[in-house]
């Protein structure tokens, strides 16, 4: 066998193994040298979480850590779905979603809940609804009666009355989701675990207006196009082709040209249906396209806007434009255009690629979420305001692939800690990704260990990713609607509208902290928990820094407020929430 499909053996073996194994022994089974062999597990560790001791032959014993039957039995079952390290992959959340056993159809007035389980009715989850408006959480309550047989469906009026709230009253992009969770403890789940849920999106987001605009600056020379505004200023580059320099109050943001972009990192998947024989030229397309160096200016009195044209190597030849439009308040409007011609293949993706200095790798984005999706693999997902780290969005696969997308993204902030970066913006919901790698990198690499240092963060924006597939990773092609199908005459369109974040508008990493709260039991009146700010043992409540309130140290998992409230933010410190 080859090197790497020897290495998978050895994980197996020892992972399955009942006692420790000998290394000379690997090697023996194995039919390699003990040199070979010890190189391997070398590797493996860097992966897998592997022990070893000293054996009384001078050898070495290997066996992985923290082993028992129950888990070993679950990761026989479900291997596919967690790491060999024990953790969840990305692809737990699709089971979760597929296997639910309450699913939903919503109308404009009612919800229709359909129960699969086959004994139990679902008066033994809790029920709890919930309403948000741009990703804001404004109301949630529980719904005791909403109670479906076995095997049954029964249809319910969209619980906007208990709720406390109009519908018709709400502004912007409003969500309403209905969830089942666990009513108490169980042998693989505490009480509060989520089962299954549904919602209901409706209404459009409200547009961000950014209350900063002042004079606008052009300078055209031989080589470069500047433009500067109030705390702003861009370096449109002839040489480089596009954006070269972006700065905010005297930051840099971005530390290389923004590129059309038509791949992604081979799945396994795509390797076993040979992905790359069929849509390599899209590789080239985006590593290889030439520019005109002579950009179309046109300079109005609040705004500025320029146009380059993109050869794309491709055969047969085809062209591409992006159109940066600047205005005065700073944003950046950018357009990615390309009309396709006869003879190319389906596009694995269209967008735009940036690149920011690896500082900038905190993201905050309202979309799908909270683990990676895809155009064919969403279901388990629900629309929110999540947040992630680049390196926590790269998904720790066997082999480095294509990870880390989101789709249904409305906006996205890339931040440093103190919450200065850029913000991404679309008119309809995107794909969006943060890695600390490009497509080709990953591309390039077969083990994690062989990736280069992070020394940046890829922020890809797109129209659209073609989907994962899954039939089998052995020949079956993704599915045709996950396609991106290129028509010969028909225009391709992709815009992102890009400004940057003020500290004050990204919000301090350090300071601000979102999770994701477990459904409450709300009781009034409050008896003897409550204590002034001032009083509580936490400097950073105590300083006064939150303002006046009542700070709430609970007992147990129940949050006990004075009155009948709402909270439209939830943060801790370290000994009260």
């Given at each position: 066998?080859?090197?790497?499909?020897?290495?998978?053996?050895?994980?197996?073996?020892?992972?399955?193994a009942?006692?420790?194994?000998?290394?000379?022994?690997?090697?023996?089974?194995?039919?390699?040298?003990?040199?070979?062999?010890?190189?391997?597990?070398?590797?493996?560790?860097?992966?897998?979480?592997?022990?070893?001791?000293?054996?009384?032959?001078?050898g070495?014993?290997?066996?992985?850590?923290?082993?028992?039957?129950?888990?070993?039995?679950?990761?026989?079952?479900?291997?596919?779905?967690?790491?060999?390290?024990?953790?969840?992959?990305?692809?737990?959340?699709?089971?979760?979603?597929?296997?639910?056993?309450?699913?939903?159809?919503?109308?404009d007035?009612?919800?229709?809940?359909h129960?699969?389980?086959?004994?139990?009715?679902?008066?033994?989850?809790?029920c709890?609804?919930?309403?948000?408006?741009?990703?804001?959480?404004?109301?949630?309550?529980?719904?005791?009666?909403?109670?479906?047989?076995?095997?049954?469906?029964?249809?319910?009026?969209?619980?906007?009355?208990?709720?406390g709230?109009d519908?018709?009253?709400?502004?912007?992009?409003c969500?309403?989701?209905?969830?089942?969770?666990?009513?108490?403890?169980?042998?693989?789940?505490?009480?509060?675990h989520?089962?299954?849920?549904?919602?209901?999106?409706?209404?459009?987001?409200?547009?961000?207006?950014?209350?900063?605009?002042?004079?606008?600056?052009?300078?055209?020379?031989?080589?470069?196009?500047?433009?500067?505004?109030?705390?702003?200023?861009?370096?449109?580059?002839?040489?480089?082709?596009?954006?070269?320099?972006?700065?905010?109050?005297?930051?840099?943001?971005?530390?290389?040209?923004?590129?059309?972009?038509?791949?992604r990192?081979?799945?396994?998947?795509?390797?076993?249906?040979?992905?790359?024989?069929?849509?390599?030229?899209?590789?080239?397309?985006?590593?290889?396209?030439?520019?005109?160096?002579?950009?179309?200016?046109?300079?109005?009195?609040?705004?500025?806007?320029?146009?380059?044209?993109?050869?794309?190597?491709?055969?047969?030849?085809?062209?591409?434009?992006?159109?940066?439009?600047?205005?005065?308040?700073?944003?950046?409007?950018?357009?990615?255009?390309?009309?396709?011609?006869?003879?190319?293949?389906?596009?694995?993706?269209?967008g735009?690629?940036?690149?920011?200095?690896?500082?900038?790798?905190?993201?905050?984005?309202?979309?799908?979420?909270?683990?990676?999706?895809?155009?064919?693999?969403?279901t388990?997902?629900?629309?929110?305001?999540?947040?992630?780290?680049?390196?926590?969005?790269?998904?720790?696969?066997?082999?480095?692939?294509?990870?880390?997308?989101?789709?249904?993204?409305?906006?996205?902030?890339?931040?440093?800690?103190?919450?200065?970066?850029?913000?991404?913006?679309?008119?309809?919901?995107?794909?969006?990704?943060?890695?600390?790698?490009?497509?080709?990198?990953?591309?390039?690499?077969?083990?994690?260990?062989?990736?280069?240092?992070?020394?940046?963060?890829?922020?890809?924006?797109?129209?659209?990713?073609?989907?994962?597939?899954?039939?089998?990773?052995?020949?079956?092609?993704?599915?045709?609607?996950?396609?991106?199908?290129?028509?010969?005459?028909?225009?391709?369109?992709?815009?992102?509208?890009?400004?940057?974040?003020s500290?004050?508008?990204?919000?301090?990493?350090?300071?601000?902290?979102?999770?994701?709260?477990p459904?409450?039991t709300?009781?009034?009146?409050?008896?003897?928990?409550?204590?002034?700010?001032?009083?509580?043992?936490?400097?950073?409540?105590?300083?006064?820094?939150?303002g006046?309130?009542?700070?709430?140290?609970?007992?147990?998992?129940?949050?006990?407020?004075?009155?009948?409230?709402?909270?439209?933010?939830?943060?801790?410190?370290s000994?009260?929430?």
């Amino acid at each position: 066998v080859g090197t790497q499909a020897r290495r998978h053996m050895v994980a197996e073996i020892l992972y399955y193994a009942n006692d420790y194994i000998k290394m000379k022994t690997l090697a023996e089974r194995l039919g390699v040298s003990y040199s070979t062999i010890r190189n391997d597990v070398d590797i493996l560790s860097l992966t897998y979480n592997i022990i070893s001791k000293a054996g009384f032959d001078g050898g070495v014993l290997l066996e992985f850590k923290e082993r028992n039957s129950d888990s070993l039995t679950q990761m026989k079952r479900h291997r596919y779905f967690v790491y060999a390290y024990h953790t969840e992959s990305p692809k737990v959340q699709e089971v979760k979603g597929c296997y639910a056993p309450v699913a939903f159809s919503f109308t404009d007035a009612a919800v229709r809940v359909h129960n699969r389980n086959l004994f139990a009715p679902t008066s033994a989850y809790r029920c709890m609804a919930s309403i948000q408006c741009d990703g804001r959480r404004i109301r949630q309550c529980e719904l005791p009666d909403w109670n479906v047989e076995p095997l049954g469906a029964k249809e319910f009026a969209l619980p906007f009355e208990a709720l406390g709230v109009d519908p018709d009253a709400l502004q912007g992009e409003c969500c309403l989701e209905i969830a089942f969770c666990l009513k108490e403890d169980t042998s693989w789940a505490k009480a509060g675990h989520e089962v299954a849920f549904g919602q209901k999106v409706w209404g459009k987001m409200q547009e961000s207006h950014t209350q900063r605009p002042g004079p606008l600056t052009v300078i055209q020379g031989n080589l470069n196009v500047g433009v500067s505004g109030r705390d702003f200023s861009l370096l449109f580059s002839k040489l480089h082709g596009g954006l070269l320099s972006y700065r905010w109050q005297g930051q840099e943001m971005l530390s290389a040209v923004p590129k059309p972009n038509f791949w992604r990192a081979p799945t396994d998947n795509d390797v076993g249906n040979r992905m790359g024989a069929r849509y390599g030229q899209w590789k080239l397309a985006s590593l290889y396209s030439c520019f005109e160096e002579t950009p179309a200016v046109r300079v109005e009195k609040d705004r500025v806007e320029l146009t380059l044209l993109y050869h794309l190597a491709t055969q047969p030849a085809s062209d591409c434009t992006v159109r940066y439009i600047v205005s005065a308040e700073g944003k950046i409007r950018m357009t990615l255009s390309y009309t396709p011609v006869q003879g190319l293949t389906e596009m694995p993706e269209f967008g735009l690629s940036f690149q920011m200095d690896a500082d900038f790798d905190q993201c905050t984005w309202y979309g799908m979420g909270p683990e990676e999706t895809y155009c064919d693999r969403c279901t388990g997902a629900k629309l929110g305001v999540f947040a992630s780290t680049t390196q926590e969005a790269l998904s720790r696969y066997l082999r480095p692939q294509e990870c880390g997308n989101r789709t249904g993204v409305r906006w996205a902030k890339v931040m440093r800690k103190d919450g200065t970066g850029l913000l991404f913006e679309t008119r309809k919901p995107m794909d969006f990704s943060a890695l600390p790698y490009t497509p080709h990198e990953l591309e390039n690499a077969r083990h994690s260990f062989e990736l280069p240092r992070a020394g940046k963060t890829v922020v890809r924006t797109a129209l659209r990713q073609m989907g994962v597939g899954g039939d089998n990773t052995w020949g079956a092609f993704t599915h045709d609607p996950y396609l991106i199908h290129c028509q010969p005459g028909e225009r391709m369109e992709f815009e992102v509208i890009v400004s940057a974040l003020s500290h004050e508008e990204g919000g301090s990493q350090d300071a601000n902290v979102s999770f994701e709260a477990p459904p409450m039991t709300i009781l009034t009146p409050l008896d003897d928990c409550a204590m002034n700010l001032g009083k509580l043992p936490d400097e950073v409540f105590a300083s006064g820094t939150l303002g006046n309130g009542c700070g709430i140290e609970p007992d147990e998992d129940t949050v006990y407020p004075i009155l009948d409230w709402i909270s439209p933010h939830w943060m801790h410190a370290s000994k009260a929430l």
